[in-house]
C-alpha cells in the first residue's frame, strides 16, 4: 500500500514539472494581454542577454509614446518604470518567464520566454532609433517614384503649355492617357511587388 501511495504522490509532481516547462495558450495570452509586458518581452528578446531595468522601462516608454528614449519626458519614463517595477517585472519573474533581481535592477530572459516569441512582433529588431524598419524604407521607395512620376506629369504639362516642339504636336488627351499610364504602372508594379 505505501508503494501504490508513493506512486500517486509522484505522478502530480510530474505533472506539476511539466506545467513549469509549458505554459498553456491561455495563460500565455492572459500574460500577453498588457502591452507593456509585451513590450518588456520584446525588448528582452531584441537585446538577448541581461538588461538594466532603466534601460528596459525607457524603451518600453518610449514605444509606447511612439518617441524616441532621448525624446522621453520625465513623467513618461517614471510612469512606465513604476508600473514595470511594482507590477509587471515581478508577475513574469513569478511565472519564470523572466529572471528579475529587484533590488540590483537586473532582467533577463528566463527559462519559458521563449513560449512567447512566437506572439511578439519583431518587424523592427533594431532598438537604434536612427535605423529605419523596413516597411518604411519600402514606403520611403515607392513614395519616391511617386514623387517621380508627379514631377515628369508636371514637366509634361509645362512644356506643352510653353508649346516646345515634340510635346506641343501632341494632344491633350494623349499627354493625360501618357500620365494616366504612368501612375497606373507605378500602381501596378506597387500591388504586385508588396
Given at each position: 500500500?505505501?508503494?501504490?501511495?508513493?506512486?500517486?504522490?509522484?505522478?502530480?509532481?510530474?505533472?506539476?514539472?511539466?506545467?513549469?516547462?509549458?505554459l498553456s495558450k491561455d495563460k500565455i495570452f492572459h500574460i500577453l494581454q498588457t502591452q507593456r509586458r509585451r513590450y518588456a518581452l520584446r525588448y528582452l528578446k531584441e537585446?538577448?542577454?541581461?538588461?538594466?531595468?532603466?534601460?528596459?522601462?525607457?524603451?518600453?516608454?518610449?514605444?509606447?509614446?511612439?518617441?524616441?528614449?532621448?525624446?522621453?519626458?520625465?513623467?513618461?519614463?517614471?510612469?512606465?518604470?513604476?508600473?514595470?517595477?511594482?507590477?509587471?517585472?515581478?508577475?513574469?519573474?513569478?511565472?519564470?518567464?523572466?529572471?528579475?533581481?529587484?533590488?540590483?535592477?537586473?532582467?533577463?530572459?528566463?527559462?519559458?520566454?521563449?513560449?512567447?516569441?512566437?506572439?511578439?512582433?519583431?518587424?523592427?529588431?533594431?532598438?537604434?532609433?536612427?535605423?529605419?524598419?523596413?516597411?518604411?524604407?519600402?514606403?520611403?521607395?515607392?513614395?519616391?517614384?511617386?514623387?517621380?512620376?508627379?514631377?515628369?506629369?508636371?514637366?509634361?504639362?509645362?512644356?506643352?503649355?510653353?508649346?516646345?516642339?515634340?510635346?506641343?504636336?501632341?494632344?491633350?488627351?494623349?499627354?493625360?492617357?501618357?500620365?494616366?499610364?504612368?501612375?497606373?504602372?507605378?500602381?501596378?508594379?506597387?500591388?504586385?511587388?508588396?
Open positions: 500500500m505505501s508503494a501504490t501511495t508513493q506512486n500517486l504522490s509522484d505522478s502530480p509532481t510530474l505533472r506539476e514539472d511539466e506545467k513549469t516547462n509549458t537585446q538577448g542577454s541581461k538588461v538594466e531595468m532603466r534601460d528596459l522601462a525607457e524603451q518600453v516608454a518610449a514605444w509606447e509614446n511612439d518617441t524616441t528614449v532621448q525624446a522621453l519626458a520625465s513623467k513618461e519614463r517614471q510612469r512606465v518604470y513604476i508600473a514595470l517595477y511594482q507590477s509587471h517585472l515581478p508577475k513574469l519573474d513569478e511565472e519564470g518567464i523572466i529572471n528579475y533581481n529587484q533590488s540590483r535592477g537586473i532582467v533577463k530572459r528566463g527559462p519559458l520566454a521563449e513560449q512567447f516569441d512566437p506572439y511578439l512582433e519583431t518587424t523592427d529588431t533594431s532598438t537604434d532609433e536612427t535605423a529605419k524598419p523596413d516597411s518604411e524604407t519600402d514606403e520611403d521607395r515607392w513614395f519616391s517614384y511617386y514623387r517621380w512620376a508627379t514631377a515628369a506629369s508636371a514637366g509634361i504639362f509645362g512644356a506643352s503649355w510653353l508649346n516646345l516642339p515634340v510635346i506641343s504636336t501632341a494632344s491633350t488627351n494623349t499627354l493625360g492617357a501618357v500620365i494616366i499610364s504612368l501612375f497606373a504602372l507605378i500602381s501596378s508594379a506597387q500591388f504586385v511587388f508588396r
